[in-house]
């Protein structure tokens, strides 16, 4: 069965600070991993990772996958209060199916 | 970026009652659809692959008589709740994937039903 482990479960920062992510998973034909970000409706796409060791970058945001550990990680930096959301990984197989992790509280306090 | 509609954004129904959900892809088409269901304070759980022109594939643990998919036309699919129960108040949200390689096979979602059954 495949898994997603996301944590940690939530984080409460103040603005400026930096944050990172973690998402290990196990998948059977992995393809791919995807975050997003969630807040009061759907997910919305962050990132798209398929290679190991190649970060992408997206302003504060960047974000590292390694298929050889299994895990990825999302990292902001200057967090600002708008950056307040659920954070959720995940992986994606060669059928196109996704499974996603728990999801990252993350708070950010002015 | 590509978009996915749903409709109705939010719905009220009274208990043993059927609730039809639609999920349209409108600027593509879609041969796969996803349907995620959240509850409150969790993640997405997949319900269901929605393939065009056959039978949706349903996960272990999610009743195929209770949630019918249709997935009619490249860019329709719908999701109904049949006889549905308080405890099927949920988030509902639908996927429509755009096939392509490994960097470029990616999901978009709709914007998510909220279902309150009474």
């Known amino acids: 069965e495949d898994k997603v482990v996301q944590s940690p479960l939530s984080l409460v920062v103040h603005e400026g600070d930096t944050v990172t992510l973690n998402c290990s998973y196990e998948?059977?034909?992995?393809?791919?991993l995807l975050w997003y970000k969630q807040e009061k409706k759907a997910p919305t796409f962050l990132f798209m990772l398929?290679?190991?060791?190649i970060e992408k970058k997206s302003g504060r945001l960047s974000s590292i996958l390694d298929k050889k550990e299994l895990f990825s990680i999302l990292n902001i930096t200057a967090t600002q209060t708008g950056d307040s959301a659920v954070y959720l990984c995940?992986?994606?197989?060669?059928?196109?199916?996704?499974?996603f992790g728990d999801g990252t509280t993350l708070t950010v306090k002015p | 970026g590509a978009v996915v509609s749903q409709h109705p954004s939010w719905v009220i129904c009274k208990s043993g009652t059927s609730v039809k959900i639609e999920c349209r892809s409108l600027?593509?088409?879609?041969?796969?659809m996803f349907w995620y269901r959240q509850f409150p304070k969790q993640s997405l759980m997949l319900m269901a692959t929605?393939?065009?022109?056959?039978?949706?594939?349903?996960e272990q643990g999610v009743e195929k008589d209770k949630f019918l998919i249709n997935h009619a036309s490249l860019t329709l699919s719908t999701l109904t709740v049949t006889s549905a129960h308080p405890e099927d108040s949920s988030f509902y949200i639908c996927?429509?994937?755009?096939?392509?390689?490994?960097?470029?096979?990616?999901?978009?979602f709709g914007p998510g039903t909220r279902l309150t059954v009474l």
């Open positions: 996927s429509a994937r755009v096939p392509g390689t490994a960097s470029t096979d990616t999901q978009y």
């Open positions: 998948v059977t034909n992995f393809r791919s």
């Open positions: 398929t290679s190991s060791g």
């Open positions: 995940a992986p994606n197989t060669n059928a196109g199916k996704s499974t």
């Open positions: 600027d593509f088409q879609a041969t796969t």
């Open positions: 929605s393939n065009e022109g056959s039978k949706a594939t349903y």
